[in-house]
């Protein structure tokens, strides 16, 4: 490197603190030599060092941009001091109340995740209406709550929600199989209320099944961390780590019994003392190939079974086809099985069954029986 | 306090207090250094603002994260970057990708020469040095003297080797050099060329 270039580095570098210790000893011997560079040194020393007066005016005014910017996309910001309210526009009002017009016409437009009610204005007037979700047996619906949250419902599945969602509190409760995706509040718990459970977070992804028609409640946790509360054991908290999956033995007594006979009039439920509820914390179950997790496959059109027997299998499939299956052959319902169920027809999916399983079925309308 | 430890202090009050006061001062802060720097990729006043707005809702919505952050002005450069390439390359504007088409502005040349010990003349020709430094080297000189980045997390930015920022800005000083030996005859006259 030439001899002036060298000055140059290690001058910028010393402006800019970036010198060594040898490299600053360096420039100084440099500088000591060539006396006459003493005025141009002195002169961009000051240049550098120069700060123009900080004027923050501009700064103030692109914040208070950004915080309604923020609020208009929705994001969650939590309350602002009166005075940084920003105004709202004539413009968002007027689509608030068509938003809420059409909303008290149209019972089913919450299927479609468009409305939105976290503006809403009346302070004073405490509304205990209640919004609820339901999907038929073969339907799924992707639902999106005022703050934002996703929920996927599974087929047979409801969800219900109080009106003034969001605006103290979170709270939903679940009939059937949801897929949450919850968006983070931390003054604002979501809660989620089973039939057996009660599901504290506060942001995170997870999947919940809870029919009621199943000997056991589901709760498998993506991300994040969630609390889990069963209510017959109000005083135990169950805490989540990611990739785990809670399952609760449900208040059923019938069940283990019939085992292969599970329709609807079998199951009987009493209130049996804490003890019989049974917990266990398993993990995910991932999808080697692609790391998918099968518990949450169905939001993409996936029934995926590992390791599960046939009876338990049947009731999802009932679920997932709209159909009503009866097995009458207990080895064929304790049969264990594996497998993945995308586009298939029920007869499809039957049949595929068969290649594994000896048995017979005979499909009249909606019903299948399996011999 | 060191600029980077600053900011460490103020992410971490963001994270464990939910505290929009530290939210605001950060906001503050930064504002106009990202927005000059998003200006200079995306050459729209109002798109840079918008930009300034995602980078600072994604440090709300990440704000739990963000506390091991080494090099927290980095941080929000290399998502300012992201984030107008992700602009950039939905509006196909794939020429401005390149740091060769950005067009940095610099602040700091004061307007007053009786601030410093200098003619206005000489201050005139200062100014004009550095507007008439080629894109890149004017961007590293900026980024390092106004916006306060280190050698290395300009190179890691500019995906650039840590010598060559330091090139770049012995040529930015040189050329401002340059305008004080005119006023300097002697040293002007002889210049360094004379030396060794």
Known sequence: MGYQENFWVLFSKKLSNEATTDELKELENLIKDNSEWQYAIQNLEDLWKHQPAKDYSHEDDAYMLHIHRMKELGVPFGEMPDNQMPVKSKKKRMLWYSVAAAAMVIAGFFLFGSFSGKNKSNKNQI???VNEISTRPGSKSRVELPDGSIVW?????????????????REVTLVGEGFFDVTKNKEKPFIISTASINIKVLGTVFNVKAYSEDKQTETSLLHGSIEVTIKSRPNDKIILSPSEKLIVEN???SVVTTGFKRTKENITRTAIPDISTLVSINKLTYNP???????????????IFRDETFSDLAVQMERWYNVNIEIKNEKVAQQRLNGTLETETITQALDALQETTPFRYEKTGNKVVIH | MNENDEIKRLLSTIAFQNDQAAYKELFILLHKRLKQFGY????????????????????????EKLVSIESPLLYFYTTAKNLAFNRLQKQKRLKSLNPEEWLMQVNSIPLNPEELMMTAEMLNKIKRAVNELPPRCKLIFKLVKEDGLKYREVAELLQLSVKTVEAQMAIALRRLGRCMHIELKTAANLGFSLKK
């Open chain 1, 251 to 253: 208040q059923i007594t």
């Open chain 1, 127 to 129: 509304v205990r209406e």
């Open chain 1, 289 to 303: 190939n692609d790391s998918t997790v099968a518990e949450a496959q169905w939001i993409n059109n996936k029934l």
């Open chain 1, 153 to 169: 419902l599974n087929a047979g599945s409801k969800l219900t929600y109080n009106k003034d969602f969001g605006k103290e509190k």
């Open chain 2, 40 to 63: 200079a990729i995306l050459k729209s006043n109002e798109e840079a603002e918008e930009l300034v707005s995602d980078i600072f809702i994604k440090i709300w919505e990440k704000k």
